[in-house]
């Protein structure tokens, strides 16, 4: 299965060289779609977020029920280790500028 882990563009420099470090609580978080797990973020205030794709077996992560499923449209995983480099299938990230793209009003 692939999960998407969203972070700031910032952080991928350390992410290529250290991998996804787990957080204070030893989870790494993902959704299981990309627009989901940057929608996490860009809720946070965050602008230039990339998407992460990286794939697990199953009995490898937990579902995460800390969300409304219905609000974000996806499943959310916890990872309770450092997600190697290696791990992440670069090719496939995504990326989004909030900034730079026009929004609508009506």
Known sequence: MVLWHATDYQNIASIMEKGIIPNRYNEVFFADNPASAMMFLAMRGYTHIVALPVEFKPAEVTESFDHSREFYRC????????????????????????????????
């Open 75 to 106: 499943r959310a995983y916890t990872f309770n280790k450092l997600v190697e480099p290696t791990r992440i299938m670069w090719d496939k990230a995504r990326h989004v500028n909030i900034e730079e793209r026009p929004v609508k009003v009506s």
